[in-house]
Structures are given as structure tokens and as C-alpha cells.
């Protein structure tokens, strides 16, 4: 596990270290945080919502 640290309300998120870039994990504050990763460090972001409009 790693501890990162929630952009939203700055308290300490545990995510698996094997957690894929564009992973979301939810936190208890309820934000829904995407895992990235740049030059090694993973850190989290909050996750967009994804709009179910990908029209066929
Ligand atoms: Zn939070």
C-alpha cells in the first residue's frame, strides 16, 4: 500500500501499489480520485465524471 494524499480534502488515501494509471479509487470523503503516474510517483486527481455519451 501507498499513502497518497486526497486533493480534495487533503487527508491520506491508501491505494495498492500495483494500482493501474486511470484507476479510480473512492475515497471516505466521497471524492472519486483517479490514479496517475508520472516518472514513477504515482499521485491522485479527481476523477472526472465520464459522461455516458460516446454515441454509436
Ligand atoms: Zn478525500
Redesign the pocket.
Known amino acids: 500500500m501507498v499513502l497518497l494524499k ?1 486533493p ?2 487533503n ?1 491520506e ?1 491508501q491505494v495498492e501499489d500495483d494500482a493501474l494509471p486511470g484507476e479510480v479509487v473512492e ?3 466521497g ?1 472519486q480520485l483517479e490514479v496517475v503516474k508520472e516518472d514513477g510517483k504515482m499521485s491522485l486527481r479527481l476523477a472526472e465524471q465520464i459522461g455516458e455519451d460516446w454515441g454509436e
Open positions: 486526497c480534495v480534502c487527508g488515501v475515497h471516505e470523503c471524492a
